[in-house]
């Protein structure tokens, strides 16, 4: 089946280290997005990749980082720099960049102890 | 970043009522998206929008693309249990390439 996959579902880590977040599509997708949720909120844009071996900063990219060298691939790693990092961690995928729906994986809540 | 103002941020409603939820902005876009999200899982597309005054239904679900560009509508018609969620919409902020996410409605249906 096609579709968007993130692990794990749950991670912990304790302050201090960094931790990395895994999205991986066989949706043939070129464009790769990370979400984060924090409750009563919406989805705020933390990086976005529009094609392998590019990807672009969203609103709040400080303490994370992100790689995209293949197509199906784009981890992202929460660095011990982000403040409050404890939040549901969504990837998203689509067509292309924007402009068409974008598809999401089934998240992962990351809990800094 | 921007926001959408999604309202009303939650609902209680009886089993079989009608739902109406709407997001609204001072920004104009270019597509909008409905999205259900069960807790602890990732949002599922419900319906896609592309065009100023668009109407489109998925079932018992039936979404408008304003006229003006800077809001969306989405009803739900004779709730049932499993309609339970919390429900997105998501713009396409007009000269970007980014998705502007609403607050979320939270509905709840009582049986």
């Known amino acids: 089946d096609g579709g968007i996959t993130q692990s794990p579902k749950y991670l912990f880590r304790k302050e201090g280290q960094n931790v990395t977040l895994s999205c991986e599509q066989n949706?043939?997708?070129?464009?790769m997005y990370w979400y984060r949720q924090d409750p009563g909120q919406g989805l705020r844009l933390i990086y976005y990749?529009?094609?392998?071996?590019?990807?672009q900063k969203g609103d709040i990219a400080e303490g994370y980082s992100v790689s995209r060298e293949k197509k199906e691939s784009f981890p992202l790693t929460v660095t011990s720099a982000q403040k409050n990092p404890t939040a549901f961690y969504l990837c998203?995928?689509?067509?292309?960049?924007?402009?068409?729906?974008?598809?999401f994986g089934p998240g992962t809540r990351l809990t800094v102890l | 970043g921007q926001q959408l103002n999604q309202n009303p941020q939650s609902m209680f409603i009886q089993e079989g009522e009608d739902v109406s939820m709407n997001c609204t902005s001072s920004?104009?876009?270019?597509?909008w998206l409905w999205y259900k999200q069960d807790p602890g899982e990732g949002p599922v597309l419900l319906i896609a929008?592309?065009?100023?005054?668009e109407l489109t239904s998925n079932g018992r679900l039936t979404a408008q693309f304003g006229i003006t560009r800077k809001d969306s509508f989405l009803n739900i018609s004779a709730s049932i249990p499993s309609d339970v969620g919390i429900y997105f919409c998501?713009?396409?902020?007009?000269?970007?390439?980014?998705?502007?996410f609403g607050t979320g409605t939270r509905l709840k249906v009582l049986a």
């Open positions: 998203a995928s689509s067509i292309e960049l924007a402009a068409d729906t974008q598809y």
């Open positions: 949706l043939n997708h070129d464009a």
């Open positions: 990749s529009q094609i392998v071996n590019d990807f």
């Open positions: 920004s104009i876009f270019n597509t």
């Open positions: 929008l592309y065009k100023a005054g």
């Open positions: 998501a713009g396409e902020l007009s000269g970007t390439y980014k998705y502007i």
